[in-house]
């Protein structure tokens, strides 16, 4: 069955780097685009953009140019979110979710941002 | 960006009652290819979002058919007949008609 399973939890302090990661099995990698979806402790899902995986291109939504970086690891079926930079507004549960119609989600990675 | 605009934010049910929820568009979300790339989405309490909906009415891969879609342009309805208990958490209608792809605020069904 189609499985997206994501890195753990991250505890950070404001101007680190993370590095998110999301392993995708049970169906062919390159085939389906990956999303990335920001949600903020008791708030809503904010698209941040998405990656396609057969050539690598990203593409961000506004609100995520500059510190954030899509990336692959097609060979391991993994595609990556690193943020650099961190911010305390970055505390959030990052998803990711495959094609546009997010048919698959993965179980979320938490980042908590604190000095 | 389109705003989704989803009524109720909060809808309180009784096991096995009919519940709609709305999510209206600031743009038509017609595609020029001729779909209407609206989705529904659940969220149960500490899980990740589950895809009920896709292209308006279409129902996700074992999603039990209590749930249904329907509408058109800029109008549209995410309706429940009948609630069971593990159909409580929020709900978010999406667009991605129009980059950004943008969410609804979300509407959380809870026992009445």
């Known amino acids: 069955q189609i499985q997206l399973v994501q890195s753990g939890p991250e505890l950070k302090k404001p101007g680190e780097s993370v590095k998110i990661s999301c392993k995708a099995s049970g169906y062919t990698f390159t085939d389906y685009a990956m999303h990335w979806v920001k949600q903020a402790p008791g708030k809503g899902l904010k698209w941040m953009g998405w990656i396609n995986t057969y050539t690598g291109k990203p593409t961000y939504a506004d609100d995520f140019k500059g510190r954030f970086v899509f990336s692959l690891e097609a060979s391991a079926s993994t595609a990556n979110l690193q943020i650099s930079n961190l911010k305390n507004e970055d505390t959030a549960t990052y998803f990711c979710a495959r094609r546009g119609g997010m048919d698959a989600w993965g179980q979320g990675a938490s980042v908590t941002v604190s000095s | 960006d389109v705003v989704l605009t989803q009524t109720p934010s909060i809808l309180s049910a009784t096991i096995g009652q009919s519940v709609s929820i709305s999510c209206r568009s600031s743009q038509s979300l017609l595609d020029s290819d001729g779909n209407t790339y609206l989705y529904w989405f659940l969220q149960r309490p500490g899980q990740s979002p589950q895809r009920l909906i896709y292209l308006v009415s279409n129902l996700g891969s074992g999603v039990p058919n209590r749930f249904s879609g329907s509408g058109s342009g800029t109008d549209f309805t995410l309706k429940i007949s009948g609630v069971e208990a593990e159909d409580l958490g929020v709900y978010y209608c999406?667009?991605?008609?129009?980059?950004?792809?943008?969410f609804g605020a979300g509407t959380k069904l809870e026992l009445k």
């Open positions: 999406m667009q991605a008609t129009h980059a950004p792809y943008t």
